[in-house]
């Protein structure tokens, strides 16, 4: 089963930042991995698909990119509400994994 | 508009059954896949069963598999998800999801979540 891993596990940065968050799978697949976004006490939030589309209705200042085993998830103007946890997750095999997250918090 | 709403959680025992219910509204529920997804409290997303749209596939997590079925009913556009031997690493709450067909990945459908305690 591929294994993901997120970092940094946590940020610290101010609004109008650039933020980047890493995703890296223990085995290459191609581009089939989500960027999902969850506040407390709600259901996750699709952001990105197949690695870099933006889901309908998404800000244009979230992007990603990557293929195989390396992706990146970047807001590139951080606005007050985008202080949540970030999530990559993986649908090349049947496991489906996750990644363990990324919270992004105020300065 | 899109809809998933799942039902059937609350206070079980240890060792004892549940099942949940997803129910889909205002989508071709028979043309999808559909997910069953869980977060434990203070923790990260996991992801727990599959099934394809006519149900004649299903896959599951290690942590879950010969304890859960998930099944579906595309005549009620309803999914289940029959968890026996429950136990205090299965409380979380669980989101039902669905990825579009136009995509490769990410479940742009997700439930509110249901609630799942498990103590005695």
């Known amino acids: 089963a591929i294994q993901l891993t997120q970092s940094p596990s946590s940020v610290s940065a101010s609004v109008g930042d650039r933020v980047t968050i890493t995703c890296r799978a223990s085995q290459g697949f191609g581009r089939s991995l989500a960027w999902y976004q969850q506040k407390p006490g709600k259901s996750p939030k699709l952001l990105i698909y197949d690695a870099s589309t933006l889901e309908s209705g998404v800000p244009s200042r979230f992007s990603g990119s990557g293929s195989g085993t390396d992706f990146t998830l970047t807001i590139s103007s951080l606005q007050p509400e985008d202080f949540a946890t970030y999530y990559c997750?993986?649908?090349?095999?049947?496991?489906?994994?996750f990644g363990p997250g990324t919270k992004v918090d105020i300065k | 508009q899109v809809q998933l709403v799942e039902s059937g959680g609350g206070l079980v025992q240890p060792g004892r059954s549940l099942k949940l219910s997803c129910a889909a509204s205002?989508?071709?529920?028979?043309?999808?896949?559909m997910h069953w997804v869980r977060q434990a409290p203070g923790k990260g997303l996991e992801w727990v069963a599959v099934?394809?749209?006519?149900?004649?596939?299903?896959y599951y997590s290690d942590s879950v598999k010969g304890r859960f079925t998930i099944s579906r009913d595309n005549s009620k556009n309803t999914l289940y998800l029959q968890m026996t031997s429950l136990s205090g690493d299965d409380m979380a709450v669980y989101y039902c999801?669905?990825?579009?067909?136009?995509?490769?990945?990410?479940?742009?459908?997700w439930g509110q979540g249901t609630r799942v305690t498990v103590s005695s």
């Open positions: 999801a669905s990825i579009s067909p136009r995509h490769m990945s990410g479940y742009d459908k």
């Open positions: 205002g989508f071709t529920f028979d043309t999808h896949a």
């Open positions: 099934i394809s749209f006519d149900g004649s596939d299903q």
């Open positions: 997750q993986q649908f090349n095999d049947f496991f489906f994994s």
